[in-house]
């Protein structure tokens, strides 16, 4: 009886974690987030560049200054001698109709952000849920890093936002800008973008794990007193 018991609340258990998880979620749906092949990926705004996608060095970001502890050997910025550079993709997520219509699916925007010593150029990911019309429902956002964040010193901090993604998205663009207010170069810095999906359980559904623990807890207690 009391395998039984165990078999059964452990049964519970991976069920209810296996229903949060689908062959969609969890991955990342930035393309090239961590430009390590070049812009790909990204497309360009008319009348606007694009960023550049450059190797960790002297001339931006050392690859031992502040960043990333996985960084590849190339970051994004925004170039030499350019004021605004830009750049957007946009993924498809139709196919997450059904769960997103429920309200129940949550997501995770992050990245790094940074900049050059004391200036203030910067760096700024937008992201905007879309409808099947292009009509925009909501947004989310890693907004800049601060020479004042940074202490004043080169490189890159993580930034992350959550939330729901709103009930009707069909589309997701993601849009990001580097700004140059000093200097020649336009240095602001980003690198490691992620965007990820996940479903959200439902109240009930922790309600049932939560009294999943506690039939397996209370089996197990009662083995070891036997």
């Known amino acids: 009886m009391q395998t039984s018991l165990i078999r059964g609340a452990a049964a519970l258990l991976l069920a209810l974690a296996g229903s949060a998880q689908a062959a969609s979620y969890g991955s990342n749906l930035i393309i090239n987030g961590n430009a390590e092949s070049g812009p790909a990926g990204w497309s360009a705004y008319a009348g606007t560049p694009l960023f550049e996608a450059v190797e960790y ?4 970001v050392k690859p031992t200054q ?3 502890t996985d960084r590849g ?6 170039g030499s ?3 605004y550079a830009a750049g957007f993709q946009t993924v498809d997520v139709s196919a997450n109709a059904a769960d997103i219509a429920s309200g129940t699916v949550g997501y995770k925007l992050s990245g790094w952000l940074g900049g050059w010593s004391d200036q203030t150029d910067n760096a700024y990911l937008y992201v905007s849920f879309l409808d099947a019309a292009s009509n925009v429902l909501g947004n989310a956002e890693l907004a800049s890093v601060t020479p004042a964040d940074r202490g004043n010193q080169t490189g890159l901090l993580y930034r992350e936002a959550s939330g729901l993604v709103p009930v009707g998205t069909t589309k997701i663009s993601f849009d990001l800008s580097m700004q ?3 200097s020649g170069d336009n240095d602001g810095y980003a690198d490691n973008l992620a965007f990820t999906l996940a479903p959200v359980p439902e109240p009930q559904s922790y309600a049932l794990m939560a009294l999943g623990l506690l039939t397996l ?6 083995r070891r007193q036997d």
């Not at 060095?57 to 931006?60: H, P, V």
Request: no cysteine; proline share 8%.
């Open 81 to 83: 001698g350019v004021d």
């Open 57 to 60: 060095s002297g001339n931006w």
């Open 73 to 78: 050997g190339f970051l994004f910025v925004g």
């Open 217 to 222: 807890g209370a089996v197990l207690r009662r």
């Open 66 to 68: 502040p960043g990333p």
């Open 180 to 182: 140059r207010l000093v």
